[in-house]
């Protein structure tokens, strides 16, 4: 068994109780808002999630960090929550919470989420109209934009949706000429 499926099997009860809880105090938004700037901070922060991840760090000393870091940003049972993971030692799995628990949330919205890999980062007017294109392709009234900004594309864009990829980017098009050349 793979490690990625490993963790998903382990992170998808997680973020089943994290989803029914939502629903039934009616907070999927406040949660989804609350648990995306985890993610963002653990994102940004590898000295945190080394930390978080050390088994050299105690328990106690976990849970008082994640208490100043998220005191006044998250609600109570998410605090609670996220220490239940750091008594099972779970909390190496955060991340994939997180991300299983937002792909629950988008797909209860109908939301379908639409990752971005551009060169340099797209202004507002070229971000709507990105949108609305792909809300054409796709049928969807929501779309969930995900942008990272990737240098090595030297130009354009990578747009997937699902399993499909559309790559629009200068690094693409010089492998489709190259490919094309030395086949002939």
Known sequence: MSNQNFEEKVAIPYAEALITNAQSLGLLTEYKNE??????????????????????????????????????QVQYFIMNFLFVLVERRRISF??????KYLAINYSLEST????????????????????????????SSQ??????????????FIIKVGSKVIDMSLVGKLKKMYSYLNSN
Request: proline letters at 1%; hydrophobic letters at 45%; a positive charge.
């Open 112 to 139: 379908i989420i639409v990752e971005l890999f551009s060169a340099v980062d797209l202004d507002e007017d070229q971000r709507f109209n990105l949108v609305d294109k792909i809300k054409f392709l796709t049928g």
């Open 143 to 156: 779309i969930k934009l995900l942008s990272k900004q990737d240098s090595s594309l030297i130009g354009g």
């Open 94 to 99: 955060l991340k994939t919470i997180i991300k």
């Open 35 to 72: 648990l995306s700037s985890i993610l963002s901070i653990l994102s940004k922060s590898k000295d945190l999630e080394s930390f978080l991840l050390s088994p050299l760090n105690s328990n106690f000393l976990k849970k008082e960090v994640l208490k100043e870091l998220f005191k006044d």
